[in-house]
């Protein structure tokens, strides 16, 4: 018993074993699933041409000069399309939702106003595309409640629109969690002191409540970009082949009828860097503690 208390001592007072002992698992997991397989791709990208049952050739950029083509830069510009109409849209649909329940909605019914919000998330995201396929087909749901209204039905799936709404439908319960987190803590003192001074309800809310809330409002943007822009599942099912995106491009090169390994990773190390500067200024501008109450 006392080795054992003078080894939890040593470990409080050391400068270097302390941290080793805590982080040394969760590091040692890092650099076998995330470190050394991003190394891997890093290295398989610089080999030009390399496809699978080919031996390696030297080393250079021509897979990355090879995503400069246009047919490959419209699928990227489609894909950062994708990534910036779902966060504008899940932004203008969820502030008011987080707004009103946080807000405005009775304090006894908030949380279970949020969970029958979120409950959508509790199923598959396969099973949530594929239940949008049976609403948005030519004899779908969609198409059946216009035809009741009189109103000309289209052909949704297999479009831009159909993978938009399919990705809203997705990401909106995060943005909707994380501005409820960012609003609840608003101090509804400012709003009510600016009313009494005479302001109106929209210079209140542009002067006040956008101001406090803006961490929050970065946090939920970013994190649905990030979200959004790698997604597969949605676009594969609800967009066909006109909505090709850069992850979907990935699958392609590496599990494709090509098997061009290389230009796949190439691929994906942009993919990479891409959602590395994301998440870089989602921890520099968005609210960190709003993220860890929304993650709990």
Not at 202 to 217: A, E, K
Not at 247 to 266: H, K
Request: hydrophobic share 50%; proline share 6%; net charge positive.
């Amino acid at each position: 018993m006392a080795t054992k208390l003078a080894w939890i001592d040593r470990l409080s007072h050391d400068r270097w074993l302390g941290p080793v002992t805590l982080l040394g698992p969760a590091g040692v997991w890092l650099l076998l699933l995330l470190v050394i397989p991003t190394l891997l791709i890093l290295d398989i990208s610089l080999v030009p041409g390399l496809r699978l049952g080919q031996p390696s050739g030297g080393y250079g950029l021509g897979n990355y000069l090879q995503i400069l083509q246009p047919v490959y830069l419209r699928v990227m510009f489609r894909s950062l399309s994708f990534a910036l109409g779902t966060t504008v849209l899940c932004l203008g649909l969820g502030f008011p939702v987080a707004y009103w329940i946080a807000l405005m909605a009775p304090q006894r019914w908030r949380n279970v106003l949020l969970v029958g919000f979120v409950l959508p998330l509790w199923t598959s995201s396969l099973l949530r595309a594929y239940a949008w396929t049976t609403i948005l087909r030519p004899t779908g749901v969609l198409n059946s409640v216009l035809g009741v209204l009189g109103l000309p039905s289209q052909n949704w799936l297999n479009t831009p629109t159909a993978v938009f709404i399919g990705l809203t439908y997705s990401f909106l319960p995060y943005m909707v969690l994380i501005l409820y987190a960012s609003l609840e803590k608003l101090d509804t003192r400012l709003l009510e002191a600016a009313a009494d001074l005479g302001a109106t309800p929209r210079q209140s809310f542009w002067t006040i409540t956008v101001p406090q809330t803006l961490p929050g409002i970065a946090a939920g943007c970013l994190l649905v970009f990030i979200t959004s822009l790698g997604d597969f599942v949605v676009p594969t099912l609800l967009g066909g082949a006109s909505s090709m995106n850069i992850a979907r491009l990935i699958y392609n090169q590496f599990l494709g009828p090509t098997r061009a390994w290389g230009f796949g990773s190439a691929l994906s190390m942009v993919l990479i860097l891409a959602v590395s500067l994301a998440i870089a200024l989602l921890l520099k501008y968005g609210d960190r503690s709003t993220l860890t109450e929304t993650s709990q």
